[in-house]
């Protein structure tokens, strides 16, 4: 028995001692049962292919979604769907005049509380199967007239005493396969529970109190006691974060034993004259320690793989120039990539003007870079001439070719795919700075990133204000918003319009498109004002103009779509107007909210929504960028952590983030001691558990490292 008192289950003979298990190699013949294809066929079986159900192993490891415990009939209510155990009192058929029909079944059932008649469409054999004494675990609608719409239905013995004691463990189904045939098909696949391996050392099973996996899997399936399903549910989704974060830490570890790095050690001097010359901001104390900690990241022999985190304005693109100017130093080159035209021409902007008059030589490159300028700058990335790179994906092309890349920037680094991001480490760079600006939650930042190491910039730059964020609903309350977005463009302020499509959806009537808003405002709200417009789908040019009139102040208002969510620094705005902000993600509502309140004077936020929307009401409630990420992940859940995928469930099981966040950090730790004291998980104890992770994760422990 473990400390979680449930018995450790052994794949082959009688279970070794505690002394074999800890110091023997252990290795079982791969299972045989797991592997049995389910023999089944018509519409049973075209159910199960649809969940992807084959085998035995495969049916076992569909874990149930829920439990409902089972109701006693004189507790329903008409219209309540309800489980319930229950004893056949007498049973008949009825013919039914109706094209397609082949009867109904009625049948009497009754538990201690009451009897209550079951209602079945088109099944005629079960007059056979259903006798009298029969004991039933039925799912239905009960009606006014006391009576049960069976939906689903088994014999109770089929499903095992516990499972009609109380709760039923309900499953994602299927076209052809029920909730309860699935019950009852795990309860004949029961047997294989034996051949299921065990991949965690007892050392490990008894430092975490975890339950052994088989016994873990049964009780998902099987346990009636809710403490029992817990104990289950934490070892299952133990595993699955600890796995998570074994990939990650070996990952970091082939990549970094498969790029040699170039350490970047000389005392600075470039940096160094950079900084002495003054900016015209103080660092803060956040930026310092950034500087310090990545300038020893730089000096080592293993590549940098850092996450810079910060607010909205927090000055991360200081930090990463630094870092950037560290290569130059060095004679090498640097690159910054980030997911826009926009953001990355506004990026170029504020890195020549925190350079001054730091002779450090820099071009720009995008897909709108001409072709004439484009091979002009590609030649002088080849011989060294060109420093510093700025520009979109098109950094990434096969004919981009640097001669020393040492030091690589990704902003919004979560906007790049996967092979993306692959495709700048195949460029030869040592050293990787991520940047974001999208506040991640501790608990994310360690499934997600959990082969980045990890800066923080939570301090703002001196200056930096609360910005007053209000939910605007109805139309007179709209009007009162109009009005107050007038009175500070009469004191000579400047103010945001941001609408969540570029043009009129036919089919999204109730969304507002900025080239519409911005006609419509400029002949009705704001007539009168100088207005301009941005969105993604404008050439270049017309971006760059539109930039540049609100920037100098010749715009007002500038009319935009999510284009200005990040790099836009305009200080002189002071409202932003999001039209139909429920649309928007927390975390993206929060920096838009980010363009207003760069400069001396107050800002205020103004979110047109129904007075029901929860992300928008997180905004109103918090200006703390961490917090809101934690709502937000909370919301959408934590997306595939290792792979391809970076939105929806993820591919856990059991796990959940940001319930499970103290379980992953003992994963976490515990991962960090496995690999400590295995580096390559190659001791004969942790085979089974490399045989584990190898089929959890297979390709993705040797793919680059940019998460």
């Known amino acids: 028995m473990d400390r979680a008192g449930a018995p450790i289950a052994f794949a082959g003979g009688p279970a070794p ?24 066929e018509g519409k049973l079986a075209k159910g199960l292919q649809t969940l992807e159900l084959s085998c035995v192993g495969d049916l076992l490891e569909h874990l149930p979604h829920e439990y409902r415990q089972a109701r006693a009939l004189a507790a329903l209510e008409p219209g309540e769907q309800a489980t319930v ?11 039914v005049r109706r094209r397609g029909m082949r009867g109904l079944v009625e049948a009497t059932v009754f538990d201690e509380t009451g009897s209550i008649v079951a209602t079945f469409f088109n099944q005629p054999w079960l007059l056979q199967r259903y006798r009298k004494g029969t004991r039933l675990v039925l799912h239905g609608t009960a009606d006014a007239r006391g009576r049960l719409r069976v939906a689903h239905h088994a014999i109770g013995s089929d499903l095992g005493g516990e499972a009609t004691a109380g709760a039923v463990a309900h499953y994602r189904a299927a076209e052809g396969v029920s909730s309860t045939q699935l019950l009852t098909l795990m309860r004949g696949a029961r047997t294989g529970l034996r051949d299921v391996l065990e991949p965690l050392t007892v050392a490990v099973r008894m430092a975490e109190s975890l339950a052994d996996r088989a016994g873990a899997r049964a009780a998902m399936h099987f346990a009636q006691e809710a403490s029992q399903r817990g104990a289950a549910r934490r070892r299952l989704a133990f595993d699955e974060l600890l796995f998570a974060q074994l990939a990650l830490l070996l990952r970091r570890r082939r990549h970094a034993d498969s790029h040699p790095t170039r350490a970047l050690a000389q005392p600075p001097t470039v940096s160094a004259r950079w900084l002495a010359r003054g900016l015209p901001f103080e660092l803060t104390g956040d930026q310092r320690i950034a500087i310090e ?17 910060g607010e909205v304005g927090s000055g991360k693109t200081v930090v990463a120039l630094h870092a950037m100017l560290r290569a130059v130093e060095h004679g090498a080159q640097a690159a910054l990539m980030a997911p826009t035209e926009t953001l990355a021409e506004q990026h170029f902007a504020t890195v020549a003007r925190l350079l001054g008059e730091e002779p450090v030589r820099m071009a720009l490159l995008t897909g709108s870079t001409t072709t004439t300028r484009r091979s002009e700058i590609l030649g002088r990335l080849r ?26 920037v990704i902003d919004e680094q979560h906007r790049f795919g996967v092979r993306q991001r692959e495709a700048l480490d195949a460029k030869g760079v040592s050293h990787v700075l991520h940047m974001t600006a999208t506040p991640i939650p501790r608990t994310l930042a360690l499934a997600r990133y959990g082969d980045l190491d990890c800066t923080i910039l939570r301090e703002l730059p001196k200056g930096r204000q609360r910005i ?29 319009v941001v609408c969540p499509l570029v043009e009129s959806a036919s089919d999204d009537g109730q969304a507002r498109a900025a080239i519409a808003e911005f006609e419509r405002l400029g002949c009705h709200e704001l007539a ?24 100098s102040g010749d715009a007002q208002v500038l009319v935009a779509t999510t284009v200005i969510e990040v790099g836009v620094d305009v200080p002189n705005a002071t409202v932003m107007l999001v039209e139909n902000a429920e649309r928007f993600g927390i975390s993206q509502l929060h920096q838009l909210r980010g363009r207003v309140g760069r400069g001396e004077h107050q800002a205020i936020c103004l979110l047109m929504a129904p007075t029901g929307s929860v992300r928008c009401r997180a905004l109103v ?12 992940l909370s919301l959408r859940k934590e997306g ?9 469930m993820g591919q856990f099981k059991v796990a959940s983030l940001p319930d499970d966040g103290a379980l992953l950090e003992r994963a976490r730790s515990r991962a960090r001691a496995i690999i400590d004291e295995d580096p390559d998980l190659c001791s004969p104890l942790n085979a089974l558990l490399a045989d584990a992770l190898e089929r959890a994760y297979g390709e993705h422990l040797t793919r680059p490292i940019p998460a």
């Open 17 to 40: 001692s505690r002394e074999q298990l800890l110091e023997a190699p252990l290795r079982w013949p791969r299972p045989s049962r797991l592997g049995a294809p389910l023999k089944l």
């Open 85 to 95: 155990a229950v004893e056949v009192r007498s049973i008949a058929g009825r013919a």
């Open 293 to 309: 900690t990545i300038n020893k990241d730089l000096a080592e022999s293993r590549p940098m793989q850092r996450l810079l985190m």
């Open 383 to 408: 011989s060294g001439e060109l420093s510093i790179l700025v520009g979109t994906h098109a950094l990434i092309e096969p004919d981009v070719s640097f001669r020393e890349l040492a030091v690589a």
């Open 468 to 496: 007053d964020t209000e939910l605007i609903s109805g139309e007179s309350a709209r009007e009162d918003a109009y009005e107050r977005l007038r009175e500070q463009l009469r004191e000579g302020r400047q103010a945001y």
């Open 528 to 551: 009168g004002f100088r207005l301009a417009l941005l969105h993604g789908q404008m050439r270049l040019r017309d971006k760059q103009q539109a930039m540049a009139a609100f920037a």
């Open 621 to 632: 409630e918090s200006s703390d960028g961490f917090r809101l990420a934690e709502i937000d």
């Open 640 to 648: 595939e952590l290792i792979g391809s995928r970076q939105s929806g």
